[in-house]
C-alpha cells in the first residue's frame, strides 16, 4: 500500500488506466466504503482511495467542522484491506486557482437534498469532476445510500467521462438503518432511534407495494417518525430517475431527518 499526498506525485508515480478502481471517500470509514472497497478491489486490478473532506459540498460551515475525521484509523482499515493507493490530498490540490469549484445542476433536479442544501450538490459535482480530470481511472465505485448523489454524478461521468460507475447497494445495520459517518456523532440510545425510523419505513414501502395509492398515508408516517422526537425535513416517493411518476414496481421512499441537529438521509 502507498500513500500519496497529492495528485501529481500518484500520477508521477504510476500511469492511472482502465484496470484502475477510484472509491472516493470523505474518510471515517465504515462498513458501506468497505463494502464499495471489496467490489473494487474484485473487480479492478489496483484500486485506489481517496480520503478528502470537501469544503465546498457544506452549506453550513459548522457542518464542515463538525463532520468525523479519523485518519489514522482509516489508514490502518485500507491496509488491512490491502488496498494499492491511497490518496490525501489538500484543498489547493484538488481546487487550483482557476479550478470551477461548483457545478450547476438542472433546474428539475433541485428537488430532496437539492432543495434543502443548496450548493451541496454542486460542490460534489465540482469534486468528482476534478478528481476525474486529473486522474484517469477505468471506473468509480459509489453506493446508492446517497441515491440522489449517485443519479447526479451519473449524469455528470456518462456526458463528460469515459469511466464507468458501478453502483454499490446500501449496507446496513442489521437490515436496519444505513452506516453513515454521521452516525459516529449520535451516542447508542439516539442509534436507536435510527432502528426505529428504518422500521416505520419500511412498513410503509410494504404498503405502497401493494397499493401505491396509498402514498398520500405519508402525513401519518412523518407523525410516526417526530414522536421518536425527530425533526424531519422531508419525506417523498419517487421513481429510480426521481421523477413523481411512480408504479408499485418503479419507486423509492427519501427521507432526510435530524437528530439532535446531525442530519441523515436514506431511501428505501
Known amino acids: 500500500m502507498i500513500i500519496f499526498k497529492s495528485i501529481n ?23 458501506g466504503h468497505i463494502s464499495l472497497i471489496k467490489k473494487s478491489l474484485k473487480m479492478s486490478n489496483k484500486t485506489l482511495v481517496s480520503l478528502f473532506v470537501n469544503p465546498y459540498q457544506f452549506n453550513k460551515k459548522q457542518d464542515f467542522k ?12 485500507l491496509k488491512k484491506l490491502k488496498v494499492n493507493y491511497i490518496l490525501i490530498p489538500r484543498v489547493s490540490d484538488i481546487f487550483e486557482k482557476t479550478s470551477i469549484k461548483s ?12 432543495k434543502y442544501r ?26 446508492e ?17 469515459k469511466t464507468k460507475v458501478i453502483s454499490c447497494k446500501t449496507i446496513r445495520y ?7 459517518s454521521r452516525n459516529n456523532l449520535l451516542n447508542p440510545k439516539k442509534l436507536k432511534i435510527l432502528i426505529k425510523v428504518a422500521a416505520i419505513l419500511k412498513k410503509y414501502k410494504y404498503i405502497l407495494k401493494k397499493s401505491i395509492i ?23 416517493v419517487r421513481n429510480y430517475k426521481l421523477g413523481k411518476k411512480t408504479s408499485k414496481k418503479n419507486f423509492k421512499v427519501f427521507i432526510a431527518y435530524y437528530i439532535d441537529g446531525v442530519r441523515f438521509i436514506d431511501n428505501f
Open 66 to 77: 463538525k463532520y468525523p475525521r479519523n485518519l489514522q484509523s482509516d489508514i490502518k482499515l
Open 145 to 161: 445510500k446517497d441515491y440522489q448523489q449517485l443519479y447526479l454524478i451519473k449524469k455528470l461521468v456518462e456526458k463528460k467521462f
Open 214 to 236: 396509498n402514498i398520500h398515508r405519508n402525513t401519518t408516517i412523518i407523525k410516526n417518525i417526530t414522536n421518536l422526537g425527530v425533526k424531519v425535513e422531508y419525506l417523498e
Open 103 to 114: 457545478i450547476d445542476i438542472e433546474h428539475k433536479d433541485k428537488i430532496l437534498c437539492a
Open 118 to 143: 443548496p450548493g451541496h450538490f454542486e460542490g460534489v459535482l465540482a469534486v468528482i469532476n476534478q478528481f476525474l480530470l486529473k486522474i484517469k481511472v477505468g471506473k468509480i465505485f459509489l453506493g
Open 9 to 31: 506525485s500518484l500520477n508521477k508515480y504510476i500511469k492511472l488506466n482502465n484496470n484502475i478502481g477510484f472509491v472516493p471517500t470523505m474518510g471515517s470509514l465504515h462498513k
Open 174 to 180: 442489521k437490515n436496519t438503518y444505513a452506516y453513515s
